[in-house]
């Protein structure tokens, strides 16, 4: 699975794809303080980083795909945030 909770941390891994996004709404829901690790997430559809931003979540981690750690990213880490 794609989402994966261990304790309050929120695993996003391997291909999140759109189907995805209304999981990680409702654990972030649920509290929105949970963590959320994208160390092995390999592809993240717009949908799950429009639910991250939209809660500020505290979003940790390097994602191997190249693209992901350049672009996505930077954008989802707090402390790179501007708003």
């Given at each position: 699975?794609?989402?994966?909770?261990?304790?309050?941390?929120?695993?996003?891994?391997?291909?999140?794809?759109?189907?995805?996004?209304?999981?990680?709404?409702?654990?972030?829901?649920?509290?929105?303080?949970?963590?959320?690790?994208?160390?092995?997430?390999?592809h993240l559809?717009?949908?799950?980083?429009?639910?991250?931003?939209?809660?500020?979540?505290?979003?940790?981690?390097?994602?191997?795909?190249?693209?992901?750690?350049?672009?996505?990213?930077?954008?989802?880490?707090?402390?790179?945030?501007?708003?």
């Amino acid at each position: 699975m794609s989402v994966r909770m261990e304790g309050q941390v929120i695993f996003l891994e391997d291909r999140c794809h759109v189907e995805q996004a209304e999981e990680l709404l409702l654990r972030l829901q649920e509290d929105p303080t949970r963590h959320v690790d994208i160390t092995g997430c390999r592809h993240l559809h717009s949908a799950l980083a429009q639910v991250l931003l939209s809660f500020a979540a505290r979003v940790s981690g390097e994602p191997a795909d190249p693209f992901l750690r350049r672009f996505v990213a930077p954008n989802l880490y707090p402390s790179e945030r501007t708003t």
